[in-house]
């Protein structure tokens, strides 16, 4: 079965700090990945997502971006750091043989000040 | 532009109520409508709904979609303290298989 690990679970950073946050999928093949971000009072927004290797679709321009080196890590960065980069961030894989659903990650919660 | 609207925003029952959650959309290259919950941390996948007209269920958790009319709805009948969370709709597009989601119900369950 499909796992999806995310880490850090939490991390506090300061405004103009960069980030690194890292998503990896067990149990299946060339998935579809997706970064998610939810802010609060906001429903859960689309930042990236990937059909493949080196592939990156962008939903919302800001100050993000992702890479996918390889065919299951998936990783969203910054270098510099806004208030409002401060939501609960979630990974999204769809599941193997074909399966659309997208199955979630356990998240990272950043907070930044 | 696409839109997936939730109503209500919050409901609180009594335990053992049955709830309705609703989901209305307008969205281009439609594929699919999901359902997840969401307690304090990431969404578990409910159902996915591509036709219109079939009943999804799972236990007291029931779910159907009119493409006609564009919405879905979530019932769930014997309401239990353990259902109190978050529920999404979200709308799968073409392309990449983007979700599109709503801001999400908040369902009480009071004992």
Not at chain 1, 17 to 35: A, D
Not at chain 2, 39 to 61: D, N, Q, V, W, Y
């Amino acid at each position: 079965s499909q796992t999806i690990h995310q880490w850090p679970a939490t991390l506090v950073q300061p405004v103009g700090s960069p980030l690194s946050l890292e998503c990896t999928v067990e149990g299946t093949s060339n998935p579809n990945l997706y970064w998610y971000r939810q802010a609060a009072g906001r429903g859960l927004q689309l930042l990236f997502y990937s059909v493949g290797i080196g592939q990156i679709s962008s939903e919302v321009p800001q100050n993000l971006s992702a890479s996918r080196p390889q065919d299951r890590q998936f990783i969203l960065s910054s270098k510099k750091l806004l208030l409002s980069d401060s939501g609960f961030y979630l990974c999204a894989s769809t599941r193997l043989a074909g399966g659309l659903e997208q199955f979630f990650g356990p998240g990272t919660r950043l907070t930044v000040l | 532009e696409d839109k997936v609207v939730q109503s209500p925003l919050s409901l609180v029952v009594h335990e053992g109520d049955t709830v309705t959650l609703n989901c209305s959309y307008e969205v281009t290259n439609f594929r699919s409508l999901l359902w997840y919950k969401q307690e304090k941390k990431a969404p578990t996948f409910l159902f996915m709904l591509t036709s219109s007209g079939i009943e999804k269920k799972s236990g007291r958790l029931s779910s159907i979609l009119d493409k006609k009319e564009l919405f879905s709805i979530l019932n769930i009948t014997a309401t239990q303290t353990g259902d109190s969370a978050v529920y999404l709709c979200a709308v799968e597009k073409g392309s990449g298989y983007a979700l599109n989601f709503g801001k999400g119900t908040s369902l009480l369950v009071t004992p």
